[in-house]
């Protein structure tokens, strides 16, 4: 493959490979079952990106295992509505178009392992976007390394990658332990989650956490919230939840015999500080209320739908649920999606509110129930946010208050 | 990756994204904590720790030799596989090659200043730098 006799594509591909695989000191090449590009969003990727795959797609490149697509930047339906500039959205669907020539499963979303993939526990994968990573082999125990963008296109090009890292069992062990104990979780909500995936994440950096206290056990909506999270606070690739998640059954499997590097607590402070960081301003009158980041499932736009249920949005707020189109197409058969939009609101698919150019609306203020978003948003958007739960953001957004105020955990 | 390259010295003392950190279209460093903000890279050495953060940082990178605004060569403390791979990618789709070394024997921060001329010789594994105003190493 290296040596160019399977053409161009092909060659290039390995050729990445083959040098991460030195550079990390891998022993061979094995054999991946899946891969989720993250190199999706012209946004991200820019002209280069676009070129890179223009070319692989004419060059007749096929993708060798089942590939899905991570967030776009338009939503390929109401990106006219939502004032995105056509000459942009142009280049989205030139780089959606290559994507379909090499065979990759136009998902389009950050939590593919929702709707979209199939994945199972000890697979070899190849995943590329932070929070599918962590859930990936964290909540699943499938196995990926991080990827940058362009290698997952590479290793949906050769099937294979290097082995090293997190392929290898005894790198998936925990280093450092965690204990949730002095925190009431029984009433956390996924915002709540995401605070604690912001605190895990600024605590261990690249180490493995292992968490404890987790009870009653955590949702899949609860554990993306903390992927994510601890995926933007740190490079978390993956984590355990002792009595939760698959590697983890007790702490001795968690652990793997080797010893416990460090032990570390999280409480209410350290939750109430993290939320703190989160917000630039405390409480305000925000113009933008971004829900679903990573993408809501069906069961998150229905606590949507019910909190906007018989109200109506004010007239100068917009707020924008984003989602996959499945996790879409489900919440419409149900109702959801009507209701929402009869209270105002957009159910937006395929894209993210960090990559949709956003010029023409002029946002002031954000709200979000979303750790992740209201980390970025600031740098990349240009904004104020402010960091509240699903409920504070819906209930300002709907007039039964008159500002949406920044989140602090329960006291207990 | 190996190559050739020679410039002035631009060093950033912290961690860098490439996405969020440097703008491609320009070279201009924007990210304000890496103690460098407004600085730009192109056609230079750049010199930093490591690379940090997002994934989308390989794309960047690229972009930014797309655009002719590429440094000429990296120099790091420990090079993310971030760097590499739009620095092999760099090479296979617009033939430059832009040599980026690191396990350099002293911490390249802070053994180079800025404005100094450095040699990159990734083949041999040579780092030669002339001080801007005090002579050779």
């Given at each position: 493959m290296?040596d160019?006799?399977y053409?161009?594509?092909?060659?290039?591909?390995?050729?990445?490979?083959?040098?991460?695989g030195?550079?990390?000191?891998?022993?061979?090449?094995?054999?991946?079952?899946?891969?989720?590009?993250?190199?999706?969003?012209y946004?991200?990727?820019?002209?280069?990106?676009?070129?890179?795959c223009?070319?692989l797609?004419?060059?007749?490149?096929?993708?060798?295992?089942?590939?899905?697509?991570?967030i776009?930047?338009?939503?390929?339906?109401?990106?006219?509505q939502l004032?995105?500039?056509?000459?942009?959205?142009?280049?989205?669907?030139?780089?959606?178009e290559?994507?379909?020539?090499?065979?990759?499963t136009?998902?389009?979303?950050?939590?593919?392992?929702?709707?979209?993939?199939?994945?199972?526990?000890g697979?070899?994968?190849?995943?590329?976007?932070?929070?599918a990573?962590?859930f990936?082999?964290?909540?699943?125990?499938?196995?990926?390394?991080?990827?940058?963008?362009?290698?997952d296109?590479?290793?949906?090009l050769?099937?294979?990658?290097?082995?090293f890292?997190?392929?290898?069992?005894?790198?998936?062990?925990?280093?450092?332990?965690?204990?949730?104990?002095?925190?009431?979780?029984g009433?956390?909500?996924?915002?709540?989650?995401?605070?604690?995936?912001?605190c895990?994440?600024?605590?261990?950096?690249?180490?493995?956490?292992?968490?404890k206290?987790?009870?009653p056990?955590?949702?899949?909506?609860h554990?993306?919230?903390?992927?994510?999270?601890?995926?933007t606070s740190?490079?978390?690739?993956?984590?355990?939840?002792?009595g939760?998640?698959?590697?983890a059954?007790?702490?001795?499997e968690?652990?793997?015999?080797?010893?416990?590097?460090e032990?570390?607590?999280?409480g209410?402070?350290?939750l109430?500080?993290?939320?703190?960081?989160?917000?630039?301003?405390?409480e305000?009158?925000?113009d933008?209320?971004?829900l679903?980041c990573?993408?809501?499932?069906?069961?998150?736009?229905g606590?949507?739908?019910?909190?906007?249920?018989?109200?109506?949005?004010?007239?100068?707020?917009?707020?924008?649920?984003?989602?996959?189109r499945?996790?879409?197409?489900?919440?419409?058969?149900?109702?959801?999606?009507?209701?929402?939009?009869?209270?105002?609101?957009?159910?937006l698919?395929?894209t993210?509110?960090?990559?949709?150019?956003?010029?023409?609306?002029s946002?002031?203020?954000m709200?979000?129930?979303?750790?992740?978003?209201?980390?970025?948003?600031?740098?990349?958007?240009g904004?104020?946010?402010?960091?509240?739960?699903?409920?504070e953001?819906?209930?300002?957004a709907?007039?039964?208050q008159?500002?949406?105020?920044s989140?602090y955990?329960?006291?207990k | 990756?190996?190559?050739k390259?020679?410039?002035e010295?631009?060093?950033?003392t912290r961690?860098?994204?490439?996405?969020g950190?440097?703008?491609?279209?320009?070279?201009?460093?924007?990210?304000?904590?890496?103690g460098?903000?407004?600085?730009?890279?192109?056609?230079?050495?750049f010199?930093?720790?490591y690379?940090?953060?997002?994934?989308?940082s390989?794309?960047?990178?690229?972009?930014?030799?797309?655009?002719?605004?590429a440094?000429?060569?990296?120099?790091?403390?420990?090079?993310?596989?971030?760097?590499?791979v739009g620095?092999?990618?760099?090479m296979?789709?617009?033939?430059?090659?832009?040599?980026?070394?690191?396990?350099?024997?002293?911490?390249?921060?802070?053994?180079?200043?800025?404005?100094?001329?450095?040699?990159?010789?990734?083949?041999?594994g040579?780092?030669?730098?002339?001080?801007?105003?005090?002579?050779?190493?």
């Amino acid at each position: 493959m290296l040596d160019g006799e399977y053409g161009y594509a092909l060659e290039t591909a390995m050729s990445v490979l083959v040098k991460l695989g030195d550079m990390y000191g891998a022993d061979k090449m094995i054999e991946i079952d899946n891969v989720h590009v993250d190199a999706s969003t012209y946004a991200g990727i820019h002209e280069a990106g676009l070129h890179f795959c223009k070319t692989l797609a004419k060059e007749n490149a096929r993708f060798r295992v089942p590939t899905t697509l991570c967030i776009s930047a338009i939503d390929f339906s109401l990106w006219r509505q939502l004032r995105v500039p056509s000459k942009f959205a142009k280049k989205q669907r030139e780089l959606a178009e290559a994507y379909a020539r090499m065979g990759a499963t136009p998902t389009w979303t950050c939590a593919p392992y929702q709707y979209g993939s199939g994945i199972r526990f000890g697979q070899d994968i190849a995943w590329a976007e932070s929070n599918a990573i962590a859930f990936a082999n964290s909540v699943v125990g499938a196995r990926t390394n991080r990827y940058p963008d362009l290698v997952d296109i590479c290793a949906a090009l050769a099937g294979k990658v290097p082995r090293f890292g997190l392929y290898l069992k005894e790198n998936r062990h925990g280093q450092v332990l965690l204990s949730a104990d002095a925190i009431e979780t029984g009433h956390l909500t996924c915002t709540d989650y995401g605070t604690l995936g912001y605190c895990i994440g600024a605590a261990v950096g690249q180490k493995i956490p292992v968490i404890k206290g987790l009870s009653p056990r955590p949702s899949v909506d609860h554990l993306k919230s903390l992927a994510a999270a601890a995926a933007t606070s740190g490079s978390v690739a993956l984590f355990h939840i002792i009595g939760v998640t698959p590697e983890a059954r007790n702490s001795a499997e968690a652990f793997g015999n080797s010893a416990i590097e460090e032990k570390m607590s999280v409480g209410d402070e350290e939750l109430q500080r993290a939320a703190m960081q989160l917000s630039t301003v405390e409480e305000g009158q925000a113009d933008f209320v971004v829900l679903g980041c990573p993408h809501y499932s069906v069961e998150q736009i229905g606590e949507v739908a019910a909190l906007l249920e018989g109200s109506r949005i004010r007239k100068n707020v917009e707020v924008w649920v984003f989602t996959s189109r499945m996790a879409s197409m489900l919440a419409r058969r149900k109702g959801y999606v009507k209701t929402i939009e009869a209270a105002g609101g957009k159910v937006l698919c395929d894209t993210c509110a960090l990559h949709l150019p956003l010029g023409a609306w002029s946002f002031q203020t954000m709200a979000t129930d979303s750790a992740k978003m209201a980390h970025y948003a600031p740098a990349i958007i240009g904004i104020d946010v402010v960091f509240a739960n699903t409920a504070e953001c819906l209930n300002y957004a709907t007039k039964r208050q008159e500002r949406v105020r920044s989140q602090y955990c329960k006291k207990k | 990756m190996a190559g050739k390259a020679k410039g002035e010295a631009i060093v950033a003392t912290r961690s860098i994204s490439f996405w969020g950190g440097i703008d491609p279209k320009t070279g201009r460093i924007i990210d304000k904590r890496s103690g460098s903000f407004g600085k730009n890279i192109s056609g230079k050495v750049f010199v930093f720790p490591y690379g940090k953060g997002s994934s989308t940082s390989s794309a960047v990178f690229l972009e930014a030799v797309r655009c002719n605004k590429a440094p000429a060569a990296i120099v790091n403390a420990h090079t993310e596989p971030l760097l590499t791979v739009g620095a092999i990618l760099a090479m296979k789709l617009y033939g430059k090659s832009i040599p980026v070394v690191d396990h350099v024997e002293t911490d390249p921060c802070e053994v180079i200043a800025n404005h100094d001329l450095v040699e990159v010789d990734a083949d041999r594994g040579i780092l030669m730098v002339t001080r801007a105003r005090r002579g050779k190493k």
